[in-house]
């Protein structure tokens, strides 16, 4: 039981990880991923967007 979750998850818990994946798999997306995958770049993506990053280089630490 999680009694604590961030904002952060909360926000990420409105999209449906199966949906996610059946598109994913329905465009070939991760044909030529290298590294990331497609949720994990979805994640990150949406942690720039919220936190109001102007580069990658300000979420890295």
């Known amino acids: ?3 604590h979750s961030s904002l952060f998850s909360q926000i990420v ?4 990880r199966n949906q ?3 598109l994913v798999s329905k ?3 991760e044909r030529n ?3 990331f995958k497609c949720w994990d770049h979805f994640v990150s ?3 720039c ?3 109001q ?3 990658l280089r300000e979420i890295s630490g």
């Open 27 to 29: 465009h070939d997306a």
């Open 13 to 16: 818990g409105f999209f449906d």
């Open 45 to 47: 993506m949406l942690f």
């Open 53 to 55: 990053a102007k580069s």
């Open 20 to 22: 996610f994946a059946r």
């Open 33 to 35: 991923s290298k590294g």
């Open 49 to 51: 967007q919220i936190a």
């Open 1 to 3: 039981m999680v009694r």
